[in-house]
């Protein structure tokens, strides 16, 4: 088992910048390519970026790409998500995952086995 810790989140202005944290333990850290999500209440969740074990190949989805940085940190088995020009969104739920590694890039939140437990994102208007 992967235990996957989310932390930061909070309330944060439209066109501000925030930065979610993930820690991971329990696995070898580099076997697994990371990624984070996110959930608005009654809506379907939602892919936001994806990085490789190494951390050298980010990818990102059209919404938040330009936007969003994924990054990880082997040596402390830790990933993060840094958010700028955060847009107005009903409160969200956001998530870091972990699947074992792959060559190819993956969208898809079936494909990832372990979860975070999620982190609560309000944007204000």
């Known amino acids: 088992q992967m235990q996957l810790v989310g932390s930061g989140g909070g309330l944060v202005q439209a066109g501000g910048s925030m930065r979610l944290s993930c820690s991971a333990s329990g696995r070898t850290f580099t076997d697994y390519a990371l990624g984070w999500f996110r959930q608005v209440p009654g809506q379907e969740l939602e892919f936001l970026a994806t990085i490789n074990c190494s951390g050298s190949y980010p990818f990102y989805a059209d919404s938040v790409r330009g936007r969003f940085t994924i990054s990880r940190d082997n040596a ?35 494909e990832y086995n372990f979860w975070g437990q999620g982190i609560q994102v309000t944007v204000s208007s």
């Open 76 to 110: 402390k088995f830790m990933m993060y998500l840094q958010m700028n020009n955060l847009t107005p969104l009903a409160p969200a739920i956001y998530h870091c995952a972990a699947r074992p590694s792959a060559s190819v890039v993956v969208v898809t939140a079936v």
